[in-house]
């Protein structure tokens, strides 16, 4: 069984003239495990899709399927449980607490589940060592590099254990060197059983992944 499906997924912004077709008729299925990029210009769509992958906007109709349920049937409670623990964000932005040390930033999606302070401790440090950032645990977001930050934001993203890691222009705000060894990085956390999910508009970054989507106009090719 697929870990997430898409039926005819379309989203409309607007209503009359001002109305505008976002994404037309989308279909998808992702198996559990799978390296997938979502590749697309600028204005594409492929933004609203992550958006709506990740629970963070429904569709205007069409069904999206998640680990067997219809996700327009989850109440919001349930929707932010899904967020929590089975979906986890990458931002190109790193979306990281300026005032939080990189602890207490990875802690974020710990602090919504019932779990001892040693267990979480031993997890928040597991996923900083696998990410080579156990010296950083008390510095702020502002007094370490782009590349230590997204490093945060991967280990932010897995500490939760969520099933599938969506990551919207992962390399974007990284150099080439950096961006490179980010994308090993997923490589690796894929190997590991990880559904990833990646957007970009770079198609040297969407190569990383073995099953690809490309997003023209709100319209979807597979390749």
């Known amino acids: 069984m697929p870990i997430l499906e898409l039926k005819n997924i379309c989203k409309i912004y607007g209503k009359g003239e001002s109305e505008k077709k976002a994404l037309s008729d ?3 299925s992702i198996n559990e495990g799978e390296f997938w990029s979502i590749m697309g210009p600028s204005g594409s769509g492929k933004s609203t899709l992550l958006n709506i992958l990740g629970c963070m906007d429904s569709a205007t109709s069409g069904e999206y399927i998640l680990k067997g349920q219809d996700v327009s049937k989850m109440s919001r409670n349930q929707l ?3 967020r929590n623990k089975i979906i986890s964000f990458v931002f190109q932005n790193f979306a990281l607490l300026n005032d939080y040390t990189v602890y207490e ?6 602090n919504c589940q019932r779990m001892s302070h040693k267990k979480k401790k031993e997890r928040i440090e597991y996923y900083m060592q696998r990410l080579g950032i156990s010296d950083l645990a ?12 997204q490093r945060v934001a991967i ?10 890691i969506l990551a919207d222009e992962p390399t974007g705000a990284l150099d080439q060197k950096t961006g490179q060894e980010l994308l090993e990085l997923m490589k690796e956390i894929n190997a590991e059983g990880k559904t990833i ?5 770079d198609i040297n970054v969407a190569n990383v992944a073995t099953k690809h989507m490309v997003i023209e106009d709100g319209i979807c090719y597979q390749g």
């Not at 930033?105 to 710990?110: A, D, F, G, R, S």
């Not at 280990?155 to 599938?164: E, F, G, L, T, W």
């Not at 999910?197 to 508009?201: A, E, F, N, W």
């Open 80 to 82: 932010s449980k899904v």
């Open 138 to 149: 008390k510095k702020k977001p502002n007094q370490i590099s782009g590349g230590q930050q």
């Open 197 to 201: 999910i990646l957007v970009t508009h």
């Open 26 to 28: 989308v279909n998808l």
């Open 155 to 164: 280990a932010r993203a897995m500490v939760s254990k969520a099933d599938i």
């Open 105 to 110: 930033n990875i802690e974020l999606p710990l």
